[in-house]
């Protein structure tokens, strides 16, 4: 399976902004982005050009590394998107949220989105009483998603189960702490997605 194995904190300064890819590390001093919030490289602090074509391929790089999602993939999603009624852009963002590690992250049980596919990678995750290991598994409306029984006591979910709500959980889902339990009201409406991605770049960009 590919998968992006160079340092998160690099793209984080590639995009000038946080993406939160580090967990608790993107909230400390330590945040490379705090220390040189400029794109990596020897030509990291010139100047370039912001051309039309650039700016697209930004947003598209930006909201892929989000949601940790190599092109081959996004594309596909992309295209799912565009064969659906609505909004193609509005459409790609609901599918990115959809996926099983999004939601795990979304609720507060892990610390990143790459900290969640490893959790349900491990095998620690039940989807209406069925294991899946699969991360870009895609949830549905009135999903039932919880740690496995046997996972309860282990470390990341002690303190997952402590720091629930710390961070806001969209309205879209209902978090029991107690039982470590997720409940999948509805898929999200592009209002409440607070991905800072301009999803109409991306459209313009895949529709040359």
Not at 46 to 62: A, C, I, N, P, V
Not at 152 to 174: D, N
């Amino acid at each position: 399976m590919a998968r992006y194995t160079g340092a998160d904190c690099k793209r984080c300064r590639r995009e000038k902004m946080k993406l939160f890819l580090k967990g608790s590390k993107c909230e400390s001093p330590k945040c490379p982005i705090e220390i040189r919030p400029y794109p990596p490289g020897e030509h990291g602090r010139g100047r370039t050009k912001d051309s039309e074509y650039l700016l697209q391929m930004r947003e598209k790089q930006k909201c892929a590394r989000i949601y940790g999602v190599l092109e081959k993939q996004f594309r596909g999603y992309y295209d799912e998107a565009n064969r659906k009624q609505g909004k193609t852009g509005e459409n790609l963002l609901r599918i990115l949220e959809s996926r099983l590690d999004n939601v795990i992250y979304r609720a507060g049980f892990a610390k990143s989105r790459d900290m969640a596919r490893q959790l349900v990678r491990h095998g620690h995750i039940i989807v209406n009483g069925h294991k899946v290991d699969i991360p870009s598994y895609r949830v549905t409306d009135s999903d039932i998603i919880e740690v496995r029984q046997s996972s309860l006591e282990l470390t990341p979910f002690i303190v997952a189960r402590a720091e629930v709500g710390e961070r806001p959980v969209p309205a879209w889902i209902e978090v029991i702490p107690n039982k470590m339990r997720i409940l999948v009201h509805s898929l999200p409406a592009r209002q409440v997605i607070d991905t800072p991605v301009q999803e109409q770049l991306i459209v313009e960009l895949y529709s040359k």
